[in-house]
């Protein structure tokens, strides 16, 4: 069962499909009852909730200034989870969804000049971020790569449009991304927002540890393996609200724990990627194992994800 906050879904109607490159289409969603589409930023992303078992992200690739529409572009992934294939075989124009969100954990900040790096399908969040960067004539570049061009969602449209700006290299011709060197040639103080896969993102994650002068911020579509030797004994979660205390097995998660308590928590993908089960943390310390909070976000410790993070202290304080 997949549970998201009612004020956030809105029924939503395929307006469009159509294939963008190998593997990848583009839908175009409107309001089923002709409202307008809801406000987002970029690097947003809506969940799509295809039936009662399938609830996947995709981020919003389209101009947030359209009132009318959302835009999701998707990669076809054969050994994916079946959200990818019903998308791509089953969903037609005309069909009607429902839409969580859109939430924001990807958000643009303020930067002299930027770096995109994206990988196969991580382009989508990144187009509206170089949309709105070029608006404000603020410097930027873009490395984007993928398996073939073919592959490569978008690319001729940047290619075409910012040729000075967007180096495009997929990897059957030009190998892996040359990381370190994109990264020397930036000024300092460069902001750089990286989404694909997970080797990636975690070469520009080694890469940007060396390179002080950058300050990096991901987006992961799939999660984090947990670390060997993770501990996931048994602890006591305190819920503020009503003074509750729950206990949370070694074999289940808070939320599994919070849910069976009767507690009504909003959640979706179970796997910490979405940022949907996001509750504040009041006290003790959690231990984080989402990929949603940057390493600065995860040393405050005043938020955490519920569906996979635990605890490192015996008990958690939490806004529930």
Not at 71 to 83: F, K, M, N, P, Y
Not at 257 to 281: H, M, N
Request: with cysteine.
């Amino acid at each position: 069962m997949t549970t998201i906050a009612n004020h956030e879904r809105r029924q939503m109607q395929v307006a469009g499909k159509e294939v963008l490159a190998d593997g990848v289409v583009r839908l175009t969603l409107v309001d089923h009852d002709g409202a307008t589409a809801p406000a987002w930023t970029p690097g947003s992303h809506v969940d799509l909730i295809l039936d009662d078992t399938i609830t996947r992200q995709y981020s919003l690739c389209g101009d947030p200034g359209d009132t009318t529409s959302l835009t999701v572009a998707v990669l076809r992934e054969a050994d994916g989870r079946g959200g990818s294939i019903f998308v791509h075989d089953k969903l037609d124009t005309g069909d009607v969804v429902a839409v969580g969100g859109p939430r924001n954990h990807f958000a643009l900040v303020d930067a002299d000049s930027y770096l995109f790096v994206a990988g196969g399908i991580g382009i989508t969040p990144l187009l509206p971020m170089v949309r709105e960067v070029e608006a404000k004539g603020t410097s930027w570049q873009m490395l984007y790569g993928g398996r073939t061009r073919a592959s490569m969602a978008f690319a001729d449209e940047l290619a075409e449009t910012h040729p000075e700006r967007v180096r495009i290299r997929p990897q059957d011709q030009h190998g892996h991304l040359d990381l370190g060197a994109a990264l020397d040639e930036v000024e300092p103080g460069t902001v750089v927002y990286c989404c694909g896969p997970e080797p990636l993102l975690q070469a520009i994650e080694s890469a940007c540890r060396e390179r002080p002068h950058v300050t990096l911020h991901v987006e992961r579509f799939a999660p984090k393996e947990v670390p060997a030797g993770a501990d996931d004994g048994a602890f006591e979660v305190q819920l503020d609200r009503t003074g509750k205390a729950v206990q949370v097995a070694a074999d289940e998660t808070i939320l599994d724990a919070v849910l069976r308590e009767g507690v009504d928590a909003d959640f979706s993908c179970r796997e910490g990627t979405c940022g949907t089960c996001e509750v504040a943390v009041l006290g003790g310390t959690p231990d984080h194992r989402d990929s949603v909070l940057s390493e600065d976000e995860q040393a405050e410790n005043d938020a955490m994800m519920i569906c996979v993070s635990r605890s490192c202290t015996p008990k958690l304080i939490l806004d529930l």
